[in-house]
């Protein structure tokens, strides 16, 4: 089946504003989810948006979505050290509730 | 802090080893899921127990065996595994599996295994 792409590497400087983009598979997903890895950890749950909304903000956190080119972004303003981790966005395919699909993952690396 | 907890952090197995992956949870939830992560890649979905009841299995191995004793509890017995199974083994649980609800997975923070 088709992978959920993301970019493998990003590197920002503290304070800078990360941009994470996502492009997923399936149009009739509900929900679309951003996770955190920090090394040695499980996946913590960031910020999620319902597929009826093209925005949400969650203090430094923003969303955006683009259903019509199935396209994800997380844009984390004022970076700090402690961004550093892999970024997972994941999808709940239509008629696959439990199946959560998860993209390859974006490696932030936030540079002092 | 994570509020699913999986014991042990670290397991170093043989071959021949039977060993077993535990996980918990305190929060209501009803579906519990085993995820298998290798480096740099995103969680394979391996088993979903849904009202502690296997739900799905993706085709995993027979010498992976999960157990659900209850619904706060989940295990992952290992068997005969092979050197290819090296990874981070990760819980999560959620509220439920229906569709109409916001239900994401909460993770534990992984057990990672060796298998020598």
């Known amino acids: 089946g088709e992978d959920v792409e993301q970019s493998l590497f990003l590197s920002v400087r503290e304070g800078d504003s990360s941009v994470i983009n996502c492009t997923y598979t399936d149009s009739s997903s509900t929900y679309l989810y951003w996770y955190k890895q920090e090394p040695g950890a499980g996946l913590q749950l960031l910020t999620y948006i319902f597929s009826n909304m093209d925005m949400k903000q969650d203090q430094r956190l923003t969303v955006l979505l683009n259903k019509k080119d199935k396209h994800l972004s997380l844009r984390i303003a004022d970076t700090q050290t402690g961004d550093s981790a892999i970024y997972f966005c994941?999808?709940?395919?239509?008629?696959?509730?439990?199946?959560?699909?998860f993209g390859t993952g974006t490696k932030l690396q936030v540079i002092p | 802090d994570t509020e699913v907890t999986q014991t042990p952090k670290h397991l170093v197995m043989g071959m021949t080893n039977k060993k077993s992956l535990k996980c918990e949870q305190h929060?209501?939830?009803?579906?519990m899921y085993w995820y298998k992560q290798k480096a740099k890649k995103p969680p394979e979905l391996m088993f979903v127990y849904s009202y502690e009841k296997l739900s799905i299995n993706e085709s995993v191995p027979s010498r992976f065996s999960p157990e659900c004793p209850n619904s706060s509890l989940l295990n992952l017995h290992l068997h005969a595994l092979q050197p290819e199974d090296s990874a981070l083994y990760l819980c999560a649980s959620s509220q439920e599996t229906g569709t109409l609800g916001l239900s994401p997975l909460h993770f534990g923070n992984g057990t990672r295994l060796t298998v020598t």
């Open positions: 929060m209501g939830h009803r579906a």
């Open positions: 994941a999808e709940i395919p239509s008629g696959g509730y439990q199946k959560v699909t």
